[in-house]
């Protein structure tokens, strides 16, 4: 069974014999929540590829004290997958970032899409945005990644045209598409990226599909069945990377 992970931000300093000290919030969800104890294994990760794995030397009520043992940095995961998600009604947008977090992706950019049901403005926007952020993060743990995923402040249609002209590959999920998913090529080498979007449940409308194919993005349908939005980014990206070296 892999190590439990914890969040340490700076492992700057990291290496064998050194004792590396979690506080705050970190330390206390693994020490009362979790019940870590001394003389455990437990894996530290910064979120941004470097990893420490050690023995639990001391505990506090908000510190916990790791002697690590190994640390090694991984590289960026390639293809790096962004979904652009269309804001979902209810608590179905957590649900997305958080399975899209255990498949792997790079990026969830939140999206006000024409048809969208839920809307973000003023404080909501904040909360939403902040409860999607530590979706990702407790879903990065539970993962075992070492890499996080970046979840972007909230984007307009013309905000995700411009991000998605940026990537190599980019499909638009839609029912009536006429081509496959499966038909695409994946691009897998180092530094490579694929963009999803994923729209609303009221569905895209004929001014942002030209937009996104304007951008170079290819309209594509996952199969005979309508999928929610909420989990149909799952399946796309978990097609996707079933055909690089990532899943190979």
């Known amino acids: 069974m892999s190590l439990p992970v914890q969040l340490c931000p700076d492992l700057a300093a990291a290496r064998p014999g050194a004792v590396v000290r979690v506080e705050g919030d970190e330390a206390h969800h693994a020490v009362a929540v979790r019940r870590t104890a001394v003389g ?4 530290l990760v910064d979120g941004r590829g470097r990893a420490a794995t ?10 916990l004290e790791v002697e690590v043992r190994e640390v090694v940095d991984e590289p960026v995961p390639a293809p790096a997958v962004t979904v652009v998600q269309a804001l979902p009604k209810g608590d179905r947008g957590e649900l997305a970032v958080e399975v899209l977090t255990e498949v792997g992706v790079a990026r969830v950019v939140p999206w ?6 839920a809307v973000w403005r003023g404080e909501r926007a904040v909360k ?31 905000a995700v045209t411009e991000l998605l002209g940026g990537l190599d590959l980019v499909v638009v999920l839609h029912e009536e598409a006429r081509a496959s998913l499966a038909e695409v090529v994946v691009p897998d080498g180092p530094g490579a990226s694929v963009g999803v979007v994923v729209g609303p449940e009221g569905g895209l409308t004929s001014e942002e599909l030209a937009a996104f ?30 055909r690089t070296p990532r899943w190979g």
């Open 128 to 158: 939403s945005h902040a409860k999607w952020a530590a979706t990702a993060r407790e879903a990065a743990k539970q993962a075992r990644r070492s890499w996080f995923p970046e979840v972007t402040p909230m984007a307009s249609t013309a």
């Open 54 to 63: 050690g023995v639990v030397t001391a505990t506090g009520k908000r510190v």
């Open 213 to 242: 194919e304007a951008a170079g993005a290819t309209t594509v349908r996952l199969g005979a069945e309508v999928l929610r939005t909420s989990t149909a980014g799952l399946a796309a990206v978990a097609a996707l990377l079933a």
């Open 40 to 43: 455990e294994e437990v894996r």
């Open 112 to 117: 006000a899409a024409s048809r969208s049901v």
